[in-house]
């Protein structure tokens, strides 16, 4: 099992910047390979903001590429979301998430105001 525990989030102006981080410890984290987010606003479907391998290689949703980063530390087991130039559609509570083994963080309340 692999526990992930996020920190970042709150309240930001529109145009304002936040960065997400999260964690993973537990016995499995040696199996860990693509760490991703997701975001589920009021009244949608949960959506892939953005994902990293264990390569590095990246890949985001339209709506967030050229504003956010996703990154991580592979020694530290932490993938990270800096997020840039953020928009009121952006507002939603982030998860990570290693989808692989089934993990999910405890979700993160980002609010973006206009």
């Known amino acids: 099992q692999v526990r992930l525990v996020q920190s970042g989030g709150g309240l930001v102006q529109a145009g304002g910047s936040l960065r997400l981080s999260c964690a993973a410890s537990?016995?499995?984290?040696?199996?860990?390979?693509?760490m991703g987010w997701y975001r589920q606003a009021p009244g949608k479907q949960r959506e892939l903001v953005a994902n990293v391998t264990s390569d590095g290689i990246t890949n985001y949703v339209n709506s967030v590429k050229g504003r956010f980063t996703i990154s991580r530390d592979s020694a530290k087991n932490t993938v990270f979301l800096q997020m840039n130039g953020l928009k009121p559609e952006d507002t939603a509570v982030y998860y990570c998430?290693?989808?692989?083994?089934?993990?999910w963080g405890q979700g993160t309340q980002v609010t973006v105001s206009s």
């Open positions: 998430t290693i989808l692989s083994l089934g993990s």
């Open positions: 537990g016995r499995s984290v040696f199996r860990i390979r693509d």
